[in-house]
């Protein structure tokens, strides 16, 4: 039997290893990962998500910091995405590797969890909050983990975007940026 990609293998400990490595990464805005340039990102490399899982990505990410206020900046218009991207491009990957399968889970989740028989990305927004809200309360302790680290990548990409800060009252860093 030939060994399973290590992309594929989904551990409780490979979850609780993201889930634990991304709260503590909630600081990592300040380093700079939301600052660097679309070029900057583009040459750190091939991307860690392929387009499947990104879509994925950017779909849960639009669900989980929907703030209902009409001039918060949309998913799509910051790089919180490809913050996220380039962070976990960045990880050990014995802690990030389990986080494709993760999305896909959450793509096809509600077909195997939920008994809808659509996809997370073909829902509404109403469908899309349930399907999540599952995921964060169900009985599978290894589902609610990697809600949990796929939550806060979520939170980490999107508010370490300059345009969010007005949103949460934070006027920036206290020391200016290097260079």
């Known amino acids: ?87 976990c491009r960045s990880l050990d990957p014995a802690h990030s590797a389990p986080l494709p399968l993760a999305l896909r889970l959450f793509e096809w989740g509600p077909i195997f969890f939920d008994l809808r028989f659509t996809r997370f990305t073909r829902m509404g927004d109403a469908e899309k909050d349930a399907s999540l809200y599952a995921w964060m309360n169900s009985r599978l302790e290894l589902r609610r983990l990697a809600f949990r680290g796929v939550r806060n990548l979520c939170l980490l990409g999107y508010y370490s975007q300059e345009e969010t800060w007005p949103l949460i009252g934070y006027r920036g860093p206290l020391l200016p940026r290097r260079r």
Do not use: K, N, W, Y
């Open 1 to 87: 039997m030939a060994p399973s990609h290590p992309r594929l293998r989904a551990t409780r400990r490979g979850f609780l290893q993201l889930a634990g490595t991304s709260a503590a990464l909630s600081g990592l805005g300040q380093l700079g990962f939301a600052s660097l340039a679309p070029a900057a990102r583009a040459a750190a490399g091939p991307s860690f998500f392929d387009p499947v899982e990104t879509e994925i990505l950017t779909q849960v990410m639009e669900r989980i910091v929907d703030t209902g206020v009409p001039e918060a900046p949309r998913v799509r218009d910051t790089g919180a995405v490809a913050c996220v991207d380039l962070l």
